[in-house]
């Protein structure tokens, strides 16, 4: 979590990234971003991390979630050994308040539906007034 984390906090600033809701589950994330150029900037997020993520399962010598990566990696990858995240990236266009406000909610409960938390967690903490682990952007307008 804490390399997703510092990746975001880094492209706030180099990126101009706004971050206006986040989670980070087990095996995947939801976030809802805007930046310069989004697509550049995921790709960035993508490469940066998955870098850190093969860098800390090989000092921690975590050699199965290794080889599901090796075994996920797409075949016309010729320069990798490792497939950490999907390939490409698919932004969706919010329009409007209420679906923003609906898919904020759904970001923010995900984790209560799947069971993983009794309350929401993640960026709700700042849009309940708490300190979050980083900062998000509030207004959408």
Known sequence: MDIALESLK???KSDNLKIY???ILENHLHMILKSDDLSATI???KRHTAKEIIKLL???S???ILDQFAFYKKAHKKNTTFQVWEEGCAPKLISGYEMMRNK???IHYNPVKRGFV???DSSARNYMGNKGLIEIDLDWS
């Open 10 to 12: 880094y492209l706030k």
């Open 21 to 23: 809701s986040y989670v």
């Open 43 to 45: 790709k960035k997020f």
């Open 58 to 60: 090989q000092t921690h």
């Open 62 to 64: 975590a050699k199965t």
């Open 104 to 106: 904020i909610e759904y």
């Open 118 to 120: 009794d309350t929401p």
